[in-house]
């Protein structure tokens, strides 16, 4: 199983990126997906999660009404669109699948190898 996320890089504050991350290994359709962030110095921290079916949908108050979780299961694919980012969502974004289909709780099993997201003020 591969998790291989794809799309960070360098923006200005109050601008937009959109990060993807590919699954392989094994169909991911009945799995639940999430986003996770880790900036320097601090722990990880969740940033949003999508149920398998796609109908349902967390997000951490930090990022809500600013991201959005959503997949594609035909490609095996879940994204993240970033808007009016901020210098505190700086952080090596990381994508994780579980074998549960619910969004919410723990359980992530495979994680990918995380793209870095640099928003300068």
């Known amino acids: 199983v591969q998790l291989q996320a794809s799309g960070g890089g360098l923006v200005l504050a109050g601008g937009s990126l959109s990060l993807s991350c590919a699954a392989s290994g094994r169909t991911f359709s009945t799995s639940a997906m999430g986003w996770f962030r880790q900036g320097a110095g601090k722990e990880r921290e969740f940033v949003a999660s999508?149920?398998?079916?796609?109908?349902?949908?967390y997000y951490a108050d930090s990022v809500k009404g600013r991201f959005t979780i959503s997949r594609d299961n035909a490609k095996n694919t879940v994204y993240l669109q970033m808007n009016s980012l901020k210098p505190e969502d700086t952080a090596v974004y990381y994508c994780?699948?579980?074998?549960?289909?619910?969004?919410?709780?723990?359980?992530?099993?495979?994680w990918g190898q995380g793209t870095l997201v640099t928003v300068s003020s």
């Open positions: 994780a699948v579980k074998a549960s289909a619910a969004a919410a709780g723990r359980g992530y099993d495979y």
């Open positions: 999508i149920s398998a079916g796609g109908g349902t949908k």
